[in-house]
């Protein structure tokens, strides 16, 4: 079952969804643009913000009028929405603060770095900014329980990448005399020792002294929250693993990043998760990302990613390796044209997600499970091996993708597919998700490949005549069907195309336009 961050109907809902470029928000024409993109790609929910800004342009008068726009909207589109806070923080700026917040230096403070110089972050030391962020997110809040009874809006992220921008720290005197100090009694006992942040974290400690401040600022914002919403709340974070790693300059200094997430987790235990933004695509860089944020306890989400086909590749093997219970790309309105077309160069994202969308009652009832299984492509790999128990599957990949040892496998599908009279398109990265519930049904939904089984209940049998070759194993498949359809919610499929003769006969193949493929062979062979 899903870890999931999300529900609906008192069930869990994995969201596969798009984010708005920042200012969409602010018009409702393009925010239409986004959700028809959204619709186009296959998607489920809208990720959208609400401006600080905006909700309280005067101290203590709250207008939701944006924010009824951003639910209404989705609501219209048949799309879930999760809201997102921009509130204290954007990207490691106060750039969505209200003006009255903006202009009065003497009650909301501002960070400065080592010199003296202000950087365009309030400090997260300033107890007034604090207070005036949680007045303004209980608000909005409350409203939101008050409109959302058919559950459009599925959860609420706190804030946007906090952080410190321009300096490792605040360096203003009330917090250069708190950094001096002996670390809090919890800190101290995550670290296994007493003394001051420099002390104890030398060069890093700046950056988590700068933690455990945000942390504990939107702990106090999330925990207020809890009296007035039901709604699951998280934060983002802007990572660390980037160009020199230096806080402050090369990402926001403070944030939830896999250096301080331990600590950030002590400082904040009321937000229901810390989601990554991954724009990084290096498989290095995912492996440590999946250890650090999937930690067995909290809900693994990627709130923001880049619609690009390695990005959806790595995203699909994370949802069924790592237990990933959404994926949204980033900049969702850019993905189409005026009239809603995908555009070529969001295609193969786009097919992604659309695989996702197939796959999803099967990844919602078998996440955590060895049920599923991650088809992703990468350079030098022209097939994958699966042992399926009782079944060997060789996944072949449609594009060698540089393999000199490739294998050459006939690539016959169908009339809709042929390329005998038509030259093919762009090779795409093989991607998907096979699901194997036992007794010999398969599901298979993805692109750039087919699937080819070899029986293994004994060795005589995947050595002989009929099996050993993969022409002759194709014509000796002993399915009892080949279908395509589609699952709906309960997981019982609706079958729509048979697939028989040449169609089965060079294993079996998927394209993001067939759905979902249901194989079931006889378990007699």
């Known amino acids: 079952m899903v870890n999931s961050l999300f529900t609906v109907k008192g069930k869990p809902f994995f969201s596969i969804g798009g984010q708005t470029n920042n200012s969409t928000g602010y018009d409702a024409g393009h925010m239409q643009r986004a959700l028809l993109a959204a619709k186009n790609a296959g998607m489920n929910t809208i990720a959208a913000p609400v ?15 944006q924010a009824d726009m951003l639910v209404e909207m989705s609501r219209e589109a048949g799309l879930h929405l999760v809201i997102l806070w921009f509130g204290t923080w954007k990207n490691g700026n106060s750039h969505y603060v209200p003006e009255w917040v903006k202009t009065d230096h003497e009650r909301f403070i501002w960070a400065c770095g080592a010199d003296g110089t202000p950087v365009r972050t309030i400090s997260p030391h300033c107890k007034n900014a604090l207070e005036a962020d949680k ?12 409109i959302n009874e058919d559950e459009t809006v599925i959860a609420i992220q706190v804030e946007n990448e906090p952080g410190i921008i321009g300096t490792a720290r605040d360096y203003g005197s009330r917090a250069t005399e708190l950094f001096c100090q002996p670390v809090p009694q919890p800190v101290a006992e995550y670290a296994g020792k007493t003394g001051t942040w420099e002390e104890i974290f030398g060069f890093d400690g700046a950056e988590f002294f700068s933690a455990y401040a945000i942390a504990c600022y939107i702990d106090e914002i999330v925990a207020a929250a809890r009296e007035v919403t039901k709604l699951p709340i998280y934060t983002n974070v802007w990572l660390g693993e980037m160009h020199n790693r230096i806080a402050g300059v090369d990402y926001p200094s403070g944030g939830a990043v896999t250096k301080t997430i331990g600590l950030f987790r002590i400082g904040a235990p009321h937000l229901d998760a810390i989601a990554p933004d991954i724009y990084l695509q290096d ?22 990613s880049i619609p690009g086909a390695l990005s959806v590749t790595r995203s699909i093997q994370a949802v069924v390796e790592h237990g990933l219970c959404g994926v949204h790309f980033f900049g969702v309105d850019m993905m189409c044209a005026p009239d809603g077309t995908i555009l070529d160069y969001f295609k193969e994202a786009a097919d992604g997600m659309g695989i996702l969308k197939e796959m999803k009652p099967l990844i919602e009832k078998y996440q955590g499970t060895d049920k599923l299984y991650a088809v992703a492509q990468y350079e030098g790999m022209s097939e994958k091996y699966i042992d399926f128990g009782d079944y060997i599957g060789s996944v072949r990949f449609e594009n060698p993708n ?49 699937l080819m089984l070899f029986p293994k209940k004994r060795i005589e049998w995947a050595t002989n005549a009929a099996h050993s070759a993969d022409f002759l194993n194709q014509r000796c498949q002993p399915f009892l069907s080949v279908e395509e359809g589609h ?18 006969d060079y294993g079996f193949w998927v394209t993001p336009d067939v759905g979902v493929v249901r194989v079931r062979l006889d378990k007699a062979f």
């Open 51 to 65: 401006y600080w800004e905006i909700l309280e342009k005067k101290e203590g008068v709250f207008d939701f009028t």
């Open 135 to 146: 007045k303004a997110f209980l608000a909005l809040c409350g409203h939101v329980e008050e």
């Open 283 to 304: 498989q290095e860089t995912w492996d440590a990302l999946n250890e650090a944020y999937q930690d067995g306890v909290h809900p693994y989400y990627l709130p923001e």
């Open 402 to 450: 540089q393999d000199l040892m490739a294998k050459h496998t006939d690539r016959n599908m169908d009339n809709r597919h042929s390329t005998f009279f038509a030259p093919a398109g762009p090779p795409v990265r093989g991607k998907g998700v096979i699901c194997y519930e036992g007794q010999g049904t398969f599901y298979l939904a993805g692109s750039g490949y087919r």
């Open 487 to 504: 699952l709906d919610e309960e997981c019982k499929f609706s079958p729509v195309v048979r697939r028989n003769g040449d169609e089965a």
